[in-house]
């Protein structure tokens, strides 16, 4: 199996001639699993950042709203104070950390094809040598 062009699953939105901007898509379809990935050469080095869009347990609940109160407001307040005090609840743990530690830690992940997480690698080459090469003849 070889890369591709134009790569399955891989967008190359633009190059700067230092710098090269792609995607590249996530096989559930969803698009906050993306990567957005910036390949960019600085003097001596090369930079690769990669950019995916996070999300927190927003179904998790610590406490449970009644399914059993007769009265329609108080069954309403019930569910409104319940899910205000789950959400600050969920707020205050995912912040804890960069509270006391200064840092926070997020895992990603991309389900990809063979094929396309070939064509990302390659992409990802290739930007590193475009983006390295003109540098060395900018100097």
């Known amino acids: 199996m070889k890369d591709q062009t134009p790569a399955e699953g891989v967008l190359i939105h633009r190059s700067y001639g230092d710098a090269m901007r792609f995607n590249v898509a996530c096989e559930c379809g969803c698009g906050d699993s993306d990567h957005d990935v910036w390949v960019e050469a600085e003097a ?3 930079t ?3 950019a995916t869009t ?9 406490f449970k709203p009644r399914y059993d109160i007769d009265n329609e407001f108080l069954q309403h307040t ?6 205000l005090v789950n959400g600050l609840i969920r707020k205050l743990k995912l912040t804890k950390d ?3 530690t200064g840092r926070i830690t997020y895992t990603a992940a991309i389900m990809m ?6 064509n ?20």
């Open 78 to 83: 019930d569910w409104f104070v319940k899910r």
């Open 113 to 118: 094809t063979e094929q396309q997480a070939l």
């Open 48 to 50: 690769v950042e990669i």
């Open 120 to 139: 990302y690698s390659a992409t990802l080459a290739k930007s590193v040598t475009a983006a390295k090469n003109f540098r060395s003849s900018k100097n």
């Open 54 to 62: 996070q999300s927190t347990d927003c179904w998790g609940e610590t």
């Open 98 to 100: 960069i509270w006391f």
């Open 44 to 46: 001596g080095s090369i």
